[in-house]
């Protein structure tokens, strides 16, 4: 089993930045890729960005350039970046690996 835990959300003014963490834990040796999701009201879930293991990583076009996913492999952690946030860019934002997914965390991006 597999425990992810995300941290950071909140709310933020466009153009404004946040980082978010997610931890995570368990008795499985985490060599796949890892990746946060984000799923606006009304809309389905989204991939925003993964990250390869050995750090190789894959963006939505609508965030490239803005957010940045790096990932700690001895601490089971990977992060994600976002600046220049936009109000299109609120959402729970989720963690995923394998087929395990955390409890998700908001951020609303309003003025």
């Known amino acids: 089993q597999v425990q992810l835990v995300e941290s950071g959300g909140g709310l933020v003014q466009p153009g404004g930045s946040l980082r978010l963490s997610c931890a995570a834990s368990?008795?499985?040796?985490?060599?796949?890729?890892m990746g946060w999701h984000r799923q606006a009201p009304g809309k389905q879930r989204e991939l925003v960005a993964s990250?390869?293991?050995?750090?190789?990583?894959n963006y939505a076009d609508s965030v490239k350039g803005r957010f940045t996913i790096s990932r700690d492999n001895a601490k089971n952690t990977v992060w994600l970046q976002m600046n220049s946030l936009k109000p299109e860019d609120t959402a729970v934002y989720y963690c995923?690996?394998?087929?395990?997914w955390g409890q998700g965390t908001q951020v609303t991006v309003s003025s």
């Open positions: 368990g008795s499985i040796y985490m060599n796949g890729a």
């Open positions: 995923s690996f394998r087929t395990f």
């Open positions: 990250i390869t293991r050995g750090g190789s990583t």
